[in-house]
């Protein structure tokens, strides 16, 4: 879990760092993966996190059927969501990262329906919202990886690496 206190019988962050000053900015859901920011800086969380700052976030998302034109567009345009319309995103079909560490668990897999693989820009931060406007597409996420924030980019870590950069 990408939290600090505890969750259950889930690992959380505090399992790798001990560092009470550390928080994080902009978690991602249980089943995402991807880039992760820690700081200290309550300011620096507060420009990523805030949706006033719309710090672009990118995301690459694996998602079941083969998105047409149509869906593309209604993601750019923005979804209507319970908790009210989102802003446009930038969306594009791209190729399978080949970078790609494995999932544990693995997606659940349908031999007879295809799966594409999607880059969602957005500038908000809702609850599961790459995943909620995906299936108001009707074209549901089965894999999401954030690969950046800002201008921090997850390039080429893997799953429990990290790096320490200044800001």
């Known amino acids: 879990m990408s939290q600090f206190r505890e969750s259950g019988s889930k690992t959380t962050l505090s399992c790798y760092f001990d560092d009470p000053e550390l928080r994080v900015a902009g978690r ?13 800086d309550g300011r620096l969380v507060q420009k990523i996190t805030h949706p006033r700052f719309t710090l672009e976030k990118t995301y690459r998302a694996q998602v079941e ?8 567009e209604q993601l750019r345009r923005g979804i209507m969501l319970k908790d009210g319309m989102t802003r446009p995103a930038r969306v594009k079909l791209v190729t399978e990262p080949d ?12 031999a007879n329906i295809p799966t594409r693989w999607l880059e969602l820009t957005i500038t908000e931060g809702r609850n599961r ?14 894999r999401l990886i954030r690969v950046q924030i ?13 790096v320490k950069i200044s800001v």
């Open 28 to 40: 991602l859901d249980y089943d995402s993966e991807g880039l992760l920011l820690l700081t200290g």
């Open 65 to 72: 059927g083969e998105p047409d034109d149509k869906a593309l």
């Open 129 to 142: 919202q790459v995943r909620r406007m995906t299936a108001a597409v009707n074209f549901p996420t089965l």
């Open 150 to 162: 800002g201008d921090w980019s997850l390039g080429e870590l893997k799953p429990g690496e990290s």
């Open 99 to 110: 970078h790609l560490w494995p999932r544990d668990p693995p997606i659940r897999f349908r």
